[in-house]
């Protein structure tokens, strides 16, 4: 089956106001920039985005909370970007943070169907505050719901028209389990590929999770802080 869509605007075109949206990618690296700049293009509202971090000021997810596209964000931190700490603190912008690993799992609970599970983490501080509590093996635990979303935005390496997926080094962090937590999974690709093309022992996302795929052009590929060393 073809899930190959012609543009980013043409994958989007069906999301509605409102929607709950996983983008992949941590920090800048992995971000699926043609599918943030059609929602953004799109002019979508009242959204809820799930991912680790928002981006810097002008990059990344970024330019939808400059827009004042998103109402509220479910990261692990707020990041580089200063317009999220402004908007935070500010109650412009509703967040909900999450330590690292538990929202990892969080989502990975979400595409395997699991709806809660208990975590060590964050027991005894706010995070903790309102839920449920429980000690297994000695260990006093907090019980975390999973994430599942309308939809969920993932950027690829290399990818085939049946939607198979192929992640590159930081990029694989977030981007594989999102594509599996959502009810649609829209993936951009640096190089499509023809069905057969990819080896399938180095597949790490099945296409059976992903409905569409667009090839993926002008990427930026921006650094959050480039450091550098003067030449020997």
Known sequence: MDKTFESAAAAVADIQDGAVVMSGGF?????????????????????????????????????????????????SYVGE???????????????????????????RAGGAGIPAFYTPTGYGTQVAEGKET????????????????????????????????????????????????????????????EPGELNADEIHTAGIYVQRVIQGTDYKKPIEQRTTRPRA
């Open 134 to 193: 429980r000690e297994w093996n000695g260990k006093p635990c907090v019980l975390e719901t999973s994430l599942v979303a309308d939809v969920a935005i993932v950027k690829a390496w290399k990818g085939d028209k049946h939607g198979n997926l192929v992640f590159r080094m930081t990029a694989r962090n977030f981007n594989p389990m999102m594509a599996t937590a959502a009810r649609l999974t829209i993936a951009e690709v640096e190089e499509l590929v």
């Open 27 to 75: 920090g800048l690296c992995g971000n699926p920039e043609n599918l943030i700049k059609a929602i953004h293009e799109k002019g979508l509202t009242e959204l809820t985005v799930i991912s680790n971090n928002c981006g810097t000021d002008h990059e990344g997810l970024g330019i939808l909370l400059q827009s004042k596209q998103i109402k509220k964000m479910i990261s």
């Open 81 to 107: 970007n200063k317009e999220f700490e402004r908007q935070f603190l500010s109650g412009e912008l509703e967040v909900e943070l999450c330590p690292q690993g538990t929202l990892a799992e969080r989502i």
